[in-house]
């Protein structure tokens, strides 16, 4: 986390150098209260990046992004395996940690407007494959569902429509596929 994102969270109506002062501080008593638990380990738990801070820098932790590109990669192999049921498992199971944008608490940041932009690619191509795979499955319902969340992820993809509309017409429902097709 950046140290300017710590500042206006706690201390944003402190002079700059109070409020560097103060995550200063509040880092040294995190780092003691941590070696105090965890003897020889503690202090390496928290480190400084430049002007941002780390927290379990070697740990084994992942995060819900790598879980998230670890399903996709689980499923990418089970399509070539041949194995359907299992791709479709892989994507559901993506799609469920895919929460929104990529590090909301950084705003707009440039440098990150990229990673954003490839997560919510990744993350409407699987749902749109998931809703074609249900379709095939003859499970319509579901498709339908998964096909309009490609749609809501990214509403610029235009195979998502196609498939939410092919989705619609499968439940027998054209109204709905006709409102899909003029949106």
Known sequence: MHRDVIIGARWADLPETSARHNVHVAVSSLRTHLERILPGRGRQLLIRDGLSYVFAPKSE?????????????????????????????????????????????????????????????????????????????????????????????????DASWRTLIEAHRAAGDPASAERAKRQ
């Open 61 to 157: 932790s992942v995060t819900d992004l790598q879980k998230f590109q670890r399903r996709l990669a689980e499923a990418t192999q089970s399509r070539h395996a041949g194995d359907r049921t299992t791709q479709a498992e892989a994507l559901r199971a993506a799609l469920d940690l895919y929460v929104d944008e990529v590090l909301p608490a950084d705003g707009s940041a440039e440098w990150l407007l990229p990673a954003r932009d490839r997560h919510r690619q990744s993350a409407a191509e699987a749902s749109d494959l998931l809703a074609r795979l249900e379709l095939d499955r003859g499970h319509v319902a579901e498709a339908v569902h998964v096909a309009q969340r490609s749609v809501e992820i990214d509403p610029w993809r």
